[in-house]
């Protein structure tokens, strides 16, 4: 049997903790960048050692930031979105991803603060929840200034799951808990869209 390259099997594997890539689609990614120009190969892999020395998360909502934006306060690098004055400190917005809440600052008026998990509850994953971060947010509970938590977890079997776990850890606290609306999309009609769809925005309908 020919002997393939140990340094671009290496790479294969690599490329596979990215979510969606197999083996197959991996060596695909590995054999362009092969083919590719030195130096485009070359600013990749700086672009990649950038982000193990000079990204960090915030130690309070968990969303990524450069090292040179961390704002010290208690010998603890936090964010500017975590110390601003004018948030409303009694809500925390709950995400699986810090895209998620970029996505919700840009897209809404919300004023309160957020939390993102590191992910969603996967046994099968080994994702429990002291692997997804559920302490941090239990230490936020525990301060007892919070009023409501709003879910905003995927409708994916493991965001649903991770959703209904949060919602029983609030049980002994007294704190509002709800979920962002998923359903029917702006401006989209009943006859292209899926059943599963119809049938959580019908069972989630509300009174006008």
Same mark, same amino acid.
Do not use: W
């Given at each position: 049997?020919?002997?393939?390259?140990?340094?671009?099997?290496?790479?294969?594997?690599?490329?596979?903790?990215?979510?969606?890539? +197999?083996?197959?689609?991996?060596?695909?990614?590995?054999?362009?960048?092969?083919?590719?120009?030195?130096?485009?190969?070359?600013? #990749?892999?700086?672009? $990649?050692?950038?982000?193990?020395?000079?990204?960090?998360? *915030?130690?309070? *909502?968990?969303?990524?930031?450069?090292?040179?934006?961390?704002?010290?306060?208690?010998?603890?690098?936090? *964010?500017?979105? *975590? &110390?601003? @004055?004018?948030?409303?400190?009694?809500?925390?917005?709950?995400?699986?991803?810090?895209?998620?809440?970029?996505?919700?600052?840009?897209?809404?008026?919300?004023?309160?603060?957020?939390?993102?998990?590191?992910?969603? #509850?996967?046994? #099968?994953? +080994?994702?429990?929840? @002291?692997?997804?971060?559920?302490?941090?947010?239990?230490?936020?509970?525990?301060?007892?200034?919070?009023?409501?938590?709003?879910?905003?977890?995927?409708?994916?079997?493991?965001?649903?799951?991770?959703?209904?776990?949060?919602?029983?850890?609030?049980?002994?606290?007294?704190?509002?808990?709800?979920?962002?609306?998923? +359903? &029917?999309? #702006?401006?989209?009609? $009943?006859?292209? $869209?899926?059943?599963?769809?119809?049938?959580?925005?019908?069972?989630?309908?509300?009174?006008?």
């Amino acid at each position: 049997m020919m002997k393939q390259s140990k340094y671009l099997n290496n790479l294969v594997d690599a490329l596979t903790i990215l979510p969606g890539i +197999g083996k197959k689609s991996a060596q695909r990614m590995a054999y362009k960048l092969m083919r590719s120009a030195n130096e485009k190969t070359l600013n #990749l892999s700086e672009k $990649l050692s950038d982000i193990t020395t000079k990204v960090a998360s *915030c130690s309070i *909502c968990g969303i990524y930031l450069d090292l040179s934006d961390t704002v010290m306060q208690n010998d603890q690098g936090d *964010c500017q979105l *975590c &110390i601003k @004055e004018n948030r409303d400190v009694s809500k925390i917005c709950i995400t699986e991803s810090p895209a998620d809440v970029y996505t919700i600052d840009a897209s809404t008026n919300y004023k309160g603060y957020y939390l993102v998990l590191d992910g969603n #509850l996967s046994p #099968l994953d +080994g994702r429990g929840p @002291e692997e997804i971060g559920i302490k941090r947010l239990e230490s936020r509970l525990e301060k007892g200034n919070i009023e409501e938590l709003i879910l905003a977890t995927s409708t994916t079997i493991e965001g649903e799951a991770t959703s209904h776990y949060v919602q029983q850890l609030t049980n002994k606290y007294n704190i509002k808990v709800s979920r962002i609306a998923f +359903g &029917i999309p #702006l401006n989209g009609e $009943l006859g292209y $869209l899926d059943s599963d769809t119809i049938s959580h925005a019908f069972n989630e309908r509300k009174l006008l």
